[in-house]
């Protein structure tokens, strides 16, 4: 595991940190997490990896609801094998998830908002509100079943947060929006993280640029890299090029080296590529990004130059 | 507090759902058919053609009719049976044939076929309205014992569930009321029953019918639902504890189902009020509630409870299947004592009658205990069903997770 130097912004807040260590995590004979030690404060988190690399687990094991094999998990102080103390301090908005169809947007929030032991002033204060928030307020007399997807997971967003927890938890929030959508997703998700624990899940790495400063990325079950953002970034630096290539040397170009984007021009294409020194002379050294570390990042795991 | 909130808001959703109202029209239906032209029967008058029957006691009776029956049979050569609760006919062989005549000579000395067909000649051509069967009177000296081991042996020839078990011999034996008779069950009725009991045991008797199986779909559908609205993890990661989530929808259906039983049980209410006023005779007008509840409750609560825990566990609609069967049996094992007083531990106890208060009476012991029994099954089930649900939420038995994934690998080999 590749571990930056963590910086301590946004965990000064006491007690508002989920401490994760050697979090080993079965299913059967296959093991989902391996030994996964991870320290996060307050602010946006992303869990960045591949579908299948064992995001969605980790998540579900801290909104208990799955129990964990071995190692030890506290939230803000409190062990998540108290699932009732979890419960009422953390929201987590899944992967997949809906509303009964035939509730109004309101009588939604109302009704998970009694499950959170809200009292009935409670509600009535807090739900207005958080649709406002998320731009809901307007529509707060639909019906579940007339949302578009977009809403239903700003809705998502608002059940989340209704009891307001310390520690949200989204699980791949943003596939299946719009890019409109996405931007404003991720943006309301940051508005949230100024007060709590926000941990974000994505397969995106473009989700994460955007709005997380502290990262880990999983792959297959393992944590390959901890840290900011920045940090993975500077890894890259240096190992990312640029060329104009004719398409006839493409495929010999993707044989050798990972290409993170290509765009084409005409008979030409404009390709960015990764390569530990300068491979031909065309080619010049260009500013790495978060998308260029991810494949850095990835491609040792896969047992290339 | 949390608990009443969730507890409104589950019958909120009750009543917007369409399996609910489903579940009143049939319970309407059924009972508008059955109950709807019900009329409480006056006082006897002395010289009315007919008192109505009732089903006798007396063993010389019961060993009268029950011959007649088989002798009638015998000489037909088919006999009907109902072994689980459908019409049978049995055509036994010849040996079986001759059995039952060496039985039919024995019991009541004839088998000659010529003999038997006078016999019924004689007593279905004496004109007016023929209400009970042939009688043959028994050979001197027979003994009920012996009387009832043969017919048992009867029985046993034709498969089981003939009028000859040692159950059903007192189903034969249905004679005609007199006017004594007749003045002595109204007597009863307005003395001992307050004129309500007698209907509302009726009432029971066939709303019972339809309370042990519609409540296991307003449970199946209420369960299944946070599943098709992807709601259930939703729900799981809340603060609620699962005896609040399971215990407030429960207590939702069994109140929501209760609630249109207590307003059927209105109309024949107001009828016993009308013709209590125009008789002047007092009645119980909390007979019909006190009935719902101490003999219709822990049935809705047992189907709902069935429902409930099989859909909690297995994320399927299996509670109906479940239910579905058990109900069958239920109903169609009870057929034999429909007349009432013969409760034993059935789950559909019958009394199909407005009279038989002494069989209501005699028996309140066992009955009371059945409904009992029931009502604690409910409890244990509901019971294990917060349990189940405690350990789902935090993902520890994902029954529903297994058999789906047991499917996929089977489908991709």
Redesign the interface.
């Known amino acids: 595991m590749i571990r930056a130097s963590k910086t301590e912004k946004g965990c000064g807040y006491m007690n508002t940190e989920i401490k994760i260590r050697h979090l080993n995590q079965f299913y059967g004979q296959k093991q989902a997490l391996k030994d996964v030690d991870l320290t996060i404060g307050r602010g946006m988190f992303g869990l960045l990896g591949r579908n299948g690399a064992g995001k969605t687990t980790l998540m579900?094991v801290l909104?208990?609801?799955?129990?964990k094999s071995e190692g030890k998990i506290s939230i803000c102080g409190v062990p998540v094998e108290s699932?009732?103390r979890i419960?009422?301090m953390?929201?987590?908005l899944?992967q997949?998830?809906?509303?009964?169809?035939?509730m109004t947007v309101y009588e939604a929030m109302?009704?998970?908002g009694?499950?959170?032991?809200l009292?009935?002033e409670e509600r009535k204060s807090r739900i207005p509100g958080l649709l406002r928030k998320v731009n809901l307020l307007d529509d707060r007399k639909k019906k579940v079943k007339a949302l578009s997807g977009g809403m239903k997971r700003r809705l998502g967003i608002a059940?989340a947060i209704l009891?307001n927890p310390k520690v949200l938890i989204v699980d791949e929030p943003t596939a299946g929006l719009d890019p409109e959508e996405r931007v404003r997703f991720r943006n309301l998700l940051c508005e949230i993280a100024e007060e709590r624990i926000v941990i974000l899940s994505t397969h995106i790495v473009g989700d994460i640029e955007a709005t997380c400063e502290q990262i880990a990325v999983l792959n297959e079950g393992e944590i390959l890299y901890h840290g900011s953002v920045a940090e993975l970034t500077a890894m890259a630096q240096g190992k990312v090029y640029s060329a104009e290539i004719s398409r006839k040397e493409l495929s010999e170009l993707k044989k050798k080296y990972i290409v993170t984007s290509m765009l084409t021009l005409g008979n030409n294409v404009m390709v960015r590529f990764l390569a530990d020194r300068t491979p031909f002379e065309s080619a010049h050294s260009v500013e790495a990004g978060v998308e260029d570390a991810y494949m850095y990042l990835m491609r040792g795991e896969r047992g290339e130059e | 507090?949390?608990f009443w909130?969730?507890f409104a808001?589950e019958c909120r959703?009750t009543v917007?759902s369409l399996i609910y109202w489903l579940t009143v029209i049939i319970l309407s239906l059924f009972f508008f058919s059955q109950l709807g032209d019900i009329e409480i029967t006056g006082k006897p008058v002395k010289g009315q053609e007919d008192y109505g029957v009732k089903y006798s006691d007396d063993e010389q009776i019961i060993m009268e009719n029950t011959l007649g029956r088989l002798a009638e049979e015998y000489c037909r050569e088919t006999y009907s049976t109902y072994p689980i609760g459908f019409h049978k006919s049995v055509k036994p062989d010849k040996d079986e044939n001759r059995r039952i005549g060496d039985i039919l000579e024995e019991t009541a000395g004839i088998r000659d076929r010529k003999v038997i067909e006078d016999l019924m000649a004689e007593h279905y051509n004496k004109g007016g309205v023929i209400m009970t069967g042939m009688a043959v009177r028994p050979v001197k000296g027979l003994s009920y014992e012996h009387f009832q081991k043969l017919m048992q042996e009867v029985d046993d020839i034709l498969g089981g569930g003939s009028s000859y078990a040692k159950d059903m011999l007192k189903s034969n034996a249905m004679v005609a009321m007199t006017y004594e008779d007749a003045m002595e069950e109204y007597d009863t009725l307005i003395e001992k029953d307050w004129l309500t009991g007698g209907y509302a045991r009726l009432f029971c008797d066939y709303m019972g019918i339809m309370l042990a199986i519609l409540p296991v779909f307003l449970a199946v559908t209420r369960g299944l639902?946070d599943r098709r609205?992807?709601?259930q993890?939703?729900?799981?990661?809340?603060?609620?504890?699962a005896a609040a989530?399971i215990v407030s929808r429960y207590l939702a259906m069994v109140v929501m189902i209760m609630v249109p039983v207590l307003v059927l049980s209105c109309f024949p209410l107001a009828e016993s009020i009308r013709y209590a006023s125009e008789a002047g005779i007092s009645m119980d007008y909390l007979a019909f509630a006190k009935y719902s509840f101490g003999w219709l409750l822990p049935s809705v609560m047992t189907a709902a409870a069935v429902g409930l825990v099989l859909t909690v566990l297995t994320d399927t609609a299996l509670g109906v299947l479940v239910q579905g069967i058990w109900w069958f049996i239920s109903i169609f094992s009870s057929m034999s004592g429909m007349g009432g007083g013969m409760y034993g531990w059935n789950f559909v106890p019958r009394h199909n009658t407005v009279g038989n208060y002494s069989g209501f009476h005699n028996n309140f012991a066992q009955l009371a205990a059945n409904r009992t029994l029931y009502a604690v099954i409910s409890v244990a089930l509901v019971a294990a069903t917060i349990w189940i649900y405690a350990k789902k939420?935090?993902?520890?038995m994902d029954i529903h997770g297994k058999i789906s994934a047991n499917r996929k690998s089977k489908y991709k080999a």
């Open positions: 579900k909104a208990t609801l799955l129990p699932a009732a419960r009422s953390t929201g987590y899944p997949e998830f809906s509303m009964y169809p035939n109302d009704y998970l009694v499950l959170s032991g009292s009935r059940q009891h | 507090m949390m909130t969730l808001k959703q917007r639902r609205a992807k709601m993890e939703l729900i799981a990661v809340r603060k609620a504890s989530i939420r935090r993902g520890k």
